[in-house]
């Protein structure tokens, strides 16, 4: 079944500062979720993407799924990005399967 | 406005216990999901519907019975509850199965004694 690799597992950052997540997942893809998750257990779906970039906010996101990977970029990072980011390959019937995730702190 | 509910948002029970987990969305899709996070598994498929029939089911264990009365409804059923299902049960919907975008519920965080 498909897998997924987040990178890194955890990041602090200062507030200001810019941050790179990764996401490679193991089989094809044709659509691909980022989510965040609020540190009180919210889902919020941030994008969803077939290949290509796209950018809402501070956010982008970069998917190439025939190369089976995936970013989300964040710049200017604020208190209110912290909580834990996902990435999710659509798997048609068998819906989303989700990395373990990147943990973001941000500190003033 | 709330489109995707889940009640209730809380569930306390006893092992061997039986309990029902609610979902209704208003979005107007056609698909629908149950997810699971535990503090011991990353978040986890365990069904999806597609017009009320079920479509793939990841779970193991027939104690989880999904339960569509109405298009927009998806109840879970767990039967025979172990302490090892205490988790947060998160219902989640598409416009139509095959990649559409998913939508997420607040989730149900079940604890089970």
């Known amino acids: 079944g498909q897998q997924v690799q987040q990178s890194p597992a955890s990041l602090v950052l200062q507030e200001g500062e810019n941050a790179e997540l990764q996401c490679n997942f193991s089989?094809?893809?044709?659509?691909l979720q980022w989510f965040y998750q609020h540190p009180g257990g919210r889902l919020v779906s941030l994008f969803y993407?077939?290949?290509g970039t796209k950018h809402t906010g501070r956010l982008t996101s970069t998917t190439v799924t025939n190369e089976r990977r995936s970013s989300l970029h964040i710049s200017s990072s604020q208190t209110t990005d912290s909580g834990t980011y996902f990435c999710?390959?659509?798997?048609?019937?068998?819906?989303?399967?989700f990395g373990l995730g990147t943990r973001v702190s941000v500190f003033p | 406005d709330p489109k995707i509910i889940q009640k209730p948002k809380y569930l306390v029970a006893v092992t061997g216990s039986e309990k029902i987990l609610i979902c209704e969305q208003y979005?107007?899709?056609?698909?629908m999901y149950w997810y699971r996070q535990s503090a011991k598994k990353p978040l986890e498929f365990m069904f999806s519907?597609?017009?009320?029939?079920?479509?793939d089911n990841q779970t193991a264990s027939s104690r989880f019975q999904p339960q569509s009365s109405k298009k927009n409804h998806l109840d879970l059923q767990i039967t025979a509850l172990k302490p090892d299902d205490s988790a947060t049960y998160f219902c989640?919907?598409?416009?139509?199965?095959?990649?559409?975008?998913?939508?997420f519920g607040p989730g149900t965080r079940l604890t089970v004694l």
């Open positions: 519907y597609s017009y009320q029939k079920l479509m």
């Open positions: 979005l107007g899709h056609n698909a």
């Open positions: 089989s094809t893809a044709t659509r």
């Open positions: 989640a919907s598409s416009q139509d199965l095959g990649g559409y975008e998913q939508y």
């Open positions: 999710a390959p659509h798997n048609y019937a068998q819906g989303l399967t």
């Open positions: 993407n077939p290949s």
